[in-house]
Nanobody
């Protein structure tokens, strides 16, 4: 019943901007953490930016000062604003959400991914 839907990927020239959105549907809980990961061909999936329920953020060093993660306007949504994009940002970007269920139990979910391509 829980699904993560990503949007906003596409093709952009170097120096341009994209805004990725992720919306969680089918959950009665508020997320504990949500984040964006990316994976380029031949490379490992890596964390780009994360956000906790108390507002703490974490960024990969390669995107600090260029990307910003924030809550969306609806519950269990997250936005990744990507500015000053570089060709090395090209990857499939995946949304991830972790929920606390109580009694120390958690559940997590992944989106299907959205392609971001930055041309030089």
């Amino acid at each position: 019943q829980v699904a993560l839907v990503e949007s906003g990927g596409g093709l952009v020239q170097a120096g341009g901007s994209l805004r990725l959105s992720c919306a969680v549907s089918g959950s009665i809980y508020t997320f504990n953490t949500m984040g964006w990961y990316r994976q380029a061909p031949g490379k490992q999936r890596e964390l780009v930016a994360g956000l906790t329920d108390i507002g703490n953020t974490n960024y990969d060093d390669s995107v600090k000062g260029r990307f910003a993660i924030s809550r969306g306007s609806a519950r269990n949504t997250v936005v990744l604003q990507m500015n000053s994009l570089k060709p090395e940002d090209t990857a499939v970007y995946y949304c991830h959400a972790l929920f606390r269920l109580g009694a120390g139990r958690t559940a997590d979910y992944w989106g299907q991914g959205t392609q971001v391509t930055v041309s030089s």
